[in-house]
């Protein structure tokens, strides 16, 4: 797993997304398929947080 920093929250935390690593084991079409995966959870989680007070996303 790797974490992604997404955002700072109102406790100047740092949030982060947990993702899965990309495998050379994997086909390059399944790679694909979990990277617009990932990309999608990221954005949900951002939206998330975009929605709180005092949250910080970047």
Do not use: G, H, W
């Amino acid at each position: 797993m790797i974490e992604v920093p997404i955002a700072v929250d109102a406790d100047s935390n740092k949030v982060y997304s947990n993702i899965i690593e990309l495998d050379q084991i994997f086909s390059p079409i399944n790679n694909k398929k979990l990277a617009v995966i990932q990309t999608e959870i990221i954005k949900e989680d951002r939206m998330k947080l975009a929605k709180q007070k005092d949250a910080t996303v970047f």
